[in-house]
Structures are given as structure tokens and as C-alpha cells.
């Protein structure tokens, strides 16, 4: 008995403060690797913004990973994680625990079953055979640097001790299912830079009240970012018109870039080509045809190119009155159609808050984070994964990879 307490205590002690994505990876990693491994949650179960991803189908990774989905302001960073644990070892590590993945849209992994509860389920019951100390309902107020060790302190004032802390709080993204602010606070406590969070990956406002009259309307569409006159970023795909902007496939693409710059004072305008498959001339050509039924109204000419609401709401932006005769129409007014049709400028309102957001951009700047180890370069032992860093990929399961792989090196780190 003596023995084996003598050998329980030469093992290094790792605290692990979140039980998300990262946290539970760093988590079984960690006490892979000998270490003894207290998790610290705050919410009442592990994983619940895991059961949420993918429409509940938890989109664990995609086929494409690639550094080149992922922004920050130090996008080497992503390219030194995945060196050193990248999507073959994500696949191989959820095989090992018994989860095979299956490959759908836009390469897409998802597990074979389709439910996000098999991830968590399966994690939960490696780190109970890890013998993983859980703690649900323990928010950590405090860390603090104490005779060589981690000291945490929970808001119920109990202290703990550890020899390296892996700091995996998450971001502040939906902040419904318990996100807060609480790991970048317990960073910059510590001395680290964090870059202010904005919402990444959720709709558009538009300030023009006329098109909110298209709410519930789908077209594929290409939509441009301006930034001082000059193209900043496009995508292209299903674009959904709401009460109060956009959403969809296409505008969530363009979303980080938009909210980026709208939190520097940047001048935005978003441009959106309903024809992207079709050249301004040919679209011209078309046009000019169409505006040959002299006495035909201009809506219903082009009742055969776009759907009726959209038609009519298109040509109103441009200052055509739907039931005006096409011979009526002047040739700046056949102009200012066609601009609508193919390059219709718009104005972004204010951003849209955390809790319609994917991802929070920004966070811990990577610069004070070795990308080998995933430790902290202000305090020794020190470990932050997952969305905590400055670190944010698009939509597809690229932010979970990034949470795998840093919560995976963190974890290897931190017990050896």
C-alpha cells in the first residue's frame, strides 16, 4: 500500500480547466501518459458545445485540412501544430477509441453514427478508465504561480495545487451553452496579450431596410467584401435573406472579415452578384432582349430571369417602379437594374452578437505560445489550447481540429 502511494505521488499532477474539445483531448493524453489528471468544468456535463456541432452530428474534422482555412495573425503557428499532430493522427487517435469516421459534403468527417453523444459518451468513458478525476460545477476564479506550482482556486474558494495546468477554457461563443469570457481573463491575469474576441462564422446585418423584405428567400449568389475599395474577400454558394441581412453558406463564409473589419472602423460595403455564372455583357445581351417588350411592365419582363419578390425588390433598390413600362425605362435606369442584378452594393450594419456566432476570433496571442508544446512562454507549465488562442478556422470542422491537435499536444506535454 505504502508502494503504491509512494509511486501515485511521483506522478505529476496536470489540472485540466475546461471540458470541451481540447480539454477532453488533453485530458486522455495526460493521463496517457502517467500523469495524474483533475478535469475542471463549469458546466453540469462535459462536451456540450460538442453535442451541439454539426447539427448534433459533431463534425470532428474535415478530409481537406489545411493551414490555409485558418486565420490569425500568426497563420505559422497553425502549420507547426499540424506538423506535429495533424488530421492522420486525429483519425487515428478517434479509431483508437472506437470511433471510425464517415465522409460527407465538402469533405466533411463526421463519426459513422452520426451523433454527437457517441463523441462525448466514448470520451467520457476513456477518462473514467483513465482514472481522470472529473469535477463538474467548478469555475476557476484564479491561477496563481506558487512555490513552482499551479495553484488553482474555484469560486467556491476551494485551492488546489498541480504541477502543470492545462488551460483549456474555450472561447466565448455561445455563450447559451456556458461560453464566457472566463480563459482569457485567467490569461491576461497571468501576463498573456489577448487580442479582443469578435463573433466569427454567423449572419450579416444590412443596414437597407428594403431588402429585409426579402427574408426567407434562398439564391446561389457570389458575395464580395470592400474594404476601402478593394476586394478583401468573396464566396460563393446558397445565400439566405433574413429580417434583418444575410445568412447562409455565403454570407457566413465572409463573416469573419466583415466583423474584423467593422471592429477596426474599417469603410465596408458588401457586393453580391445574383448571376455569378454569367459575365456582365452576356447579362446585358439578356437584358436587352428582355427590355424589348416595350409595353410589357418592367416587373413582369423579368418575372422569367429571378423569382417575383426578388424582382421586384431588386428593381425598387434601383429605382424602377415594378409596373412601369420597360419603353419608359431610360438607359441610366436599365443601367442601375443591370448593377443591382450583377453587383449590388450594400452596406453592414452593426456586428451580431456571440451567441449566433460558430467561433470567437481572437484571443491568446500565439507569439507568447510554443506551437510544439502548446506552453505558455510567461509561465512555466503553463499549457492554453483550443479556441482560447488567436486562432479561428472556417466553417467545416476546422476549429475542431484545431482544438484536437492543440488539446492533444498540451496533454502530451504537460505529463512528461
Known sequence: MNEHRMKNEERKSVAIIGGGASGLMAAWHAASGGARVTLFEKQKMLGRKVRATGN???NITNRNIDASFYHGRNPQFVRNVFGRFGLDDTIGFFRRIGIPFVELEGGRLYPASLQASTVTQIFEYEL???????????????????DGRLRLITAGQE???????????GGCAYPQLGASRSGYELAAALGHTVHEPFPAILPINITLKALHR???????????????????????????FTKYGISGPAALEVSRTVNESLCAGDTLEIAIDFFPDTDAADLEVLLSELWSAGERPAGLSLRGLIRDRLCDTLLRIAGVDPAVPVKRLSADSKKAVAAALKDLRLRPGAVRPFNEAVVAAGGVDVGEVNPATLESGRIHNLYIAGELLDIDGDSGGYNLQFAWSTGALAGMAASS
Do not use: P, Y
Open 128 to 146: 473514467e478508465r483513465l482514472a481522470v478525476d472529473i469535477r463538474l460545477h467548478r469555475k476557476i476564479e484564479r491561477l496563481e504561480e506558487r
Open 56 to 58: 448534433g452530428r459533431c
Open 159 to 169: 485551492e488546489s495545487d498541480f504541477d502543470a495546468v492545462v488551460l483549456a477554457a
Open 214 to 240: 426579402l427574408e426567407g428567400i434562398k439564391r446561389d449568389c457570389s458575395v464580395s467584401v470592400m474594404r476601402s475599395g478593394r476586394l478583401a474577400e468573396r464566396s460563393s454558394g446558397e445565400l439566405l
